[in-house]
Every structure is written in C-alpha cells, then in structure tokens.
C-alpha cells in the first residue's frame, strides 16, 4: 500500500529540488560567484588596512609563488603560509585550518597593514602597487596588479572558468570607481555597505595581464560623519528639553505673580 505525502512536505521537495537545480545551474559563473583566489582589503583612511585572503592551494602556489604541496592530500602547513606573508611591513594575524572546494583545498590569512602602500615588501603582493594621495576635495586610492605569466601547478583542476576578485571596502562616500564586469565590461553599482569588487578570469591571471582599480571617496569617513549627526542632533534634543523647562517655569512665575496681584 503506497503510502500518501502530506501536501506541505510536496511542496518543501519541490522547492528544495528547485534550489538544487537552480545552484547547478548557476554554478561557475551564474548568480553566486565563487572565487579561486580573492583579496579583501578593508582600508582606513589613514592609510591602515586589514587584509583577507581566501584563494585555493593551486592559486596561492601558481600566483603568489607560494612552495606549497600541490597534492590535494597532502598536509598543508600553515606555518609556511604564516611565513611567506610576514613582512616588516605587515602583521600576520591568522592562517585559518584549510577547507575543500572542487576537490581543492582553500585557506584564509589574515594581515594588517600600518600602510598599505608598504604592502608589496610582502612577497604574496608584489605583484601590486598601491597608492592613497589626499587632494584638497577627496581620497583617491589606486591598486594596479600585473605580474608576469605564470604557470598552473599540475592536476590544480582548473577548468577555465574561474575567478579571482579584488574587493575593497571603503570607510567614506565614493565618489568615483572604475568597476566593470568581467563579462559585459558594463560599469557596475557600488555594493552595500560601500564595498567595490573588481573580477578577473583566472586565465588572464596567469597570463600577467594587468587589472588597475582606482577609487575617488571624501576625506571624511562615514562613521565620523554619522557620530558628528548624532552629536549634533543630541545637542539639539538637549536645547529643545531645556527651552520647554524654561519656558515652563517662566510661565509658572507668571502665573504665581497674576494671582497674587488679584
């Protein structure tokens, strides 16, 4: 006797198939985009920055030169990581234990920065200059990545269709910014929370081709801005609170003098 399901559980499979299929469908290069390397780099206007890298083995070992096993099996020592970022100029704050993705692994270091224009002393970004100038209206901050041609490390597993992205994340209004899609070459919308996120293939990586990004933003950062409104509207809330306590009393004066007039 075959038995009956519940309306409700037809309908969570059935979304839940749609999702799967709409995930493979998508995978690769649809609406979510997974990176084989990617470098966050969240930046003060001071110039300081705290930057997050996420790549794959291969990519580390095939872009930053890292002497890492290639083997997907092999044990990864993240002390070597720790080691091939530390600089004078940068401060290694962690190497997270790796993960797997497509059958390679994927790890994360963590690095601060007193300036980013030092950052290419660090072996894994001299591949990068950067630069931050103050003019008398803005900030205009500009990273150029070029690199010569470089070679993927055997079974990496590459198809051709991977990314890897640029993302900074920017303290003040951007007023200016260069992104473009890697496909369309169309300009695209600042991201929430006033982050820009630059895409290149993998294959024009490897191939050194040069990706040049170059913000314009105001000198002032939004969080001092906002805690300068709030200031400004407490001081105001305050004014108001005690021109209705003044104005109160004085009439309660008023009134106490007419009545003992009469």
């Known amino acids: 006797m075959r038995s009956r399901v519940p309306a409700a559980c037809r309908s969570r499979r059935a979304v839940l198939l749609a999702v799967i299929c709409l995930?493979?469908?998508?995978?690769?290069g649809g609406l979510i985009r997974q990176y084989e390397y990617e470098e966050d780099v969240y930046l003060d206007l001071d110039g300081s920055a705290t930057v997050v890298v996420n790549a794959s083995v291969p990519a580390l070992i095939a872009l930053s030169r890292l002497d890492l096993p290639a083997d997907?099996?092999?044990r990864l020592d993240r002390d070597r990581v720790r080691a091939a970022y530390e600089s004078e100029a940068t401060d290694v704050r962690r190497v997270s234990r790796p993960w797997r993705r497509a059958g390679r692994r994927f790890v994360q270091i963590r690095?601060?920065?007193p300036d980013i224009r030092m950052l290419p002393s660090a072996k894994p970004f001299a591949w990068s200059t950067y630069s931050l100038t103050e003019t008398p209206?803005?900030?205009v901050f500009k990273q150029v990545v070029r690199g010569d041609a470089r070679q993927a490390p055997a079974g990496a597993g590459w198809d051709g269709r991977e990314l890897v992205a640029f993302r900074l994340h920017l303290p003040s209004r951007i007023h200016y910014h260069n992104v473009r899609d890697v496909e369309t070459n169309e300009t695209l919308d600042?991201?929430?929370?006033?982050?820009?996120?630059?895409?290149q293939r993998l294959t024009d990586r490897l191939a050194g081709k040069a990706l040049a990004m170059e913000v314009r933003m105001d000198r002032q950062s939004i969080l001092y801005r906002t805690l300068w409104l709030f200031a400004a509207a407490f001081g105001a809330a305050v004014l108001v609170l005690g021109a209705i306590i003044w104005w109160t009393a004085r009439r309660g004066r008023v009134t106490v003098g007419t009545e003992k007039t009469e």
């Open 190 to 199: 600042v991201e929430r929370g006033n982050i820009l996120t630059w895409e």
């Open 72 to 74: 997907a099996g092999a």
């Open 137 to 139: 209206d803005m900030h």
């Open 23 to 28: 995930s493979v469908a998508c995978r690769g």
């Open 111 to 113: 690095i601060t920065a």
